[in-house]
C-alpha cells in the first residue's frame, strides 16, 4: 500500500521507477498477448476447441469450476512467466494489470471502474459485505432458505460480531411452480421496519430458480421511500450463477451490492471474483487493500499479493465472453437449458425442479429421478454415458446440470436419452 501510494504521489511511470526495462526480457513478452489460433467465435465449434476439456466427456458440470479457454491459458502462461524471470520488476505493472481487469469488469457489469472491488470469490466478497456492513442497534438482516451455505455463514458471523438478528424466509414452495409475484410478495411481507440488508441468491444452486431481482428492486424502493437513507433496506445478491450467463447487464438488476466468482459460467482464472457495489458507505473496508486509496472499489478490493496471473488473466476472460457476444451466450444457454428442461419433462420417471419458464430460470437444470438417488445417477452418466452432471450440495440434493458454452445441442439429446434409460 505504501509502495502505491508512494508511485502514485511521486507521479511515477509504472515499469520505469525502479530502473527496470520491461521490454526485451521475458516480462516484456509479456505484453504482447498471442491470439488464440483459428479461434472463430461466431462458430460454437470453434468456441469448444478453445477449451482443453477431455473430448470423450460432455461437460454439463463446467461451471462448478472453470475450465481456461485458450487466451485465459495464454495470459496466465505469459504473467507467470513474466513473475518467474523477475517478480519485482514484473510487479512494477501491476497497478496497470489490475486496472485493466477492474475496466473490462466495469465494461460487463455496466458500472464504474472505481466501483468494482477485485476478490477471490463470491464468497470473499459476501464475507466482505456481512463483515463490513455498519449496523445501528436493532437493525436486522433478512436472506431467504434458498440461499448458499457461504452466506449463511457469513451472515452468523454477522450475528456474532454485532448481535443482528438474521431471519430466514421461504419464497416459494415447489421451485417448478414458483412465481416472480409470489417470490416478491413473501420477501416484501418478511422485510420488518429496522431491516437495513436483504440478502438474496440471483440463480438458486439448489433448485435453478432465478429470481426477479429488478422487480425486488423495485419492490424494496417502495419500502425505502419514507426512510432516511441510514435506515434503508439494502439488497445484496449473490450473483455467481448469473454472471456470464444470462445476459443483463448487473448495474440494470437494481441491487446494491453483487458478488459474483468469475471463475464459474465466465470461465474466468479459477480464484477470481468480482464484488461491485454503487453505495460503499453502507460497508466498512474489512481487509487491508493495496490497491490505489482513491475509489471505493479499489479500497474494498483485499490487498496482499495474489495469485497475480490468474487476476490479470481475468481480462482475457471478458474479452473471450465479448468476443462471442453475452446476448448470444445468453442466448444459447436459454436454448439448451430449454431443450434440456423438455426432454426431462417428458420422461415419466423423472421430476424437473426447475421452472420452465426462461425467465425464472438460467442454465442450471435441476431434476430427481424415481428411485434413484441423485449421486448414483451422475456416477452412471458419467461411468456409462460420459456425461458430467452434478449433485446440489443442499438437503433434499437434486441431479444437477448446466449446460453452457462448452456443451451442444446434440450433447443435451445424449443427456436426455442417458438420464431416461437410468432406473
Ligand atoms: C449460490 C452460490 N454462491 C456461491 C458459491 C461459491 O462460489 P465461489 O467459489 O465463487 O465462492 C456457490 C457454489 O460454489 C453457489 O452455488
Known amino acids: 500500500m505504501i509502495r502505491r501510494r508512494a508511485v502514485l504521489g511521486a507521479g511515477v511511470v509504472y515499469g520505469v521507477a525502479s530502473g527496470v526495462a520491461l521490454t526485451g526480457c521475458t516480462a516484456g513478452e509479456a505484453d504482447t498477448p498471442t491470439p488464440s489460433q483459428q479461434f472463430d467465435p461466431n462458430d460454437w465449434a470453434s468456441v469448444r476447441a478453445q477449451f482443453a476439456l477431455d473430448p470423450k466427456l460432455a461437460h454439463f458440470a463446467s461451471f462448478l469450476f472453470a475450465s481456461h479457454p485458450a487466451p485465459v491459458r495464454q495470459a496466465i502462461d505469459r504473467h507467470r512467466a513474466g513473475l518467474d524471470a523477475d517478480p519485482a520488476g514484473y510487479l512494477e505493472k501491476d497497478i496497470e494489470y489490475e486496472e485493466r481487469v477492474r475496466t473490462a469488469a466495469a465494461e460487463y457489469l455496466g458500472a464504474q ?16 459485505v456481512c463483515g463490513g456492513l455498519k449496523l445501528k442497534p436493532g437493525q436486522d438482516v433478512l436472506t431467504t432458505e434458498h440461499d448458499f451455505f457461504g452466506t449463511y455463514d457469513a451472515l452468523q458471523k454477522l450475528t456474532a460480531r454485532t448481535g443482528a438478528r438474521v431471519r430466514r424466509v421461504r419464497l416459494y414452495d415447489a421451485p417448478a411452480t414458483a412465481t416472480a409475484g409470489d417470490a416478491v410478495t413473501r420477501l416484501k411481507a418478511a422485510i420488518g421496519p429496522q431491516t437495513r440488508l436483504v440478502v438474496v441468491t440471483w440463480v438458486h444452486s439448489s433448485t435453478g430458480v432465478r429470481l426477479p431481482v429488478p422487480e425486488i428492486a423495485a419492490m424494496l424502493r417502495t419500502v425505502n421511500a419514507g426512510r432516511a437513507p441510514a435506515d434503508q433496506a439494502l439488497l445484496f445478491v449473490d450473483g455467481v450463477h448469473g454472471f456470464g450467463a444470462v445476459d443483463t447487464k448487473v448495474a440494470d438488476l437494481g441491487c446494491d451490492f453483487f458478488t459474483t466468482g468469475t471463475h464459474k459460467w465466465l470461465h474466468g482464472p479459477r480464484g477470481t471474483g468480482v464484488l461491485w457495489s454503487k453505495s460503499w458507505d453502507a460497508i466498512a473496508p474489512v481487509i487491508p487493500s493495496f490497491s490505489m486509496p482513491d475509489a471505493p472499489g479499489r479500497l474494498a478490493t483485499p490487498g496482499g499479493y495474489h495469485s497475480a496471473e490468474h487476476r490479470w488473466a481475468l481480462a482475457e476472460a471478458f474479452e473471450f465472453h465479448a468476443a462471442i457476444g453475452r446476448s448470444r451466450i445468453g ?88 438420464v431416461a434409460s437410468i432406473n
Open 113 to 128: 471502474p472505481g466501483d468494482v472491488a477485485l476478490t477471490d470469490s463470491t464468497t470473499m466478497g459476501t464475507g466482505l
Open 331 to 418: 442466448a444459447r444457454i436459454t436454448e439448451q437449458a430449454t431443450q434440456l428442461k423438455d426432454g426431462l419433462a417428458g420422461i415419466a420417471s423423472v421430476t424437473l425442479a426447475t421452472p420452465k419458464a426462461a425467465e425464472l430460470s438460467a442454465g442450471l437444470v435441476m431434476c430427481s429421478i424415481d428411485g434413484v438417488a441423485p449421486h448414483q445417477a451422475a456416477g452412471t452418466l458419467r461411468r456409462d454415458h460420459g456425461i458430467v452432471a452434478s449433485v446440489t450440495p443442499y438437503n433434499d440434493p437434486l441431479l444437477r446440470f448446466g449446460p453452457g458454452i462448452v456443451t451442444t445441442p446434440e450433447e443435451v439429446e445424449r443427456v436426455v436419452k442417458a
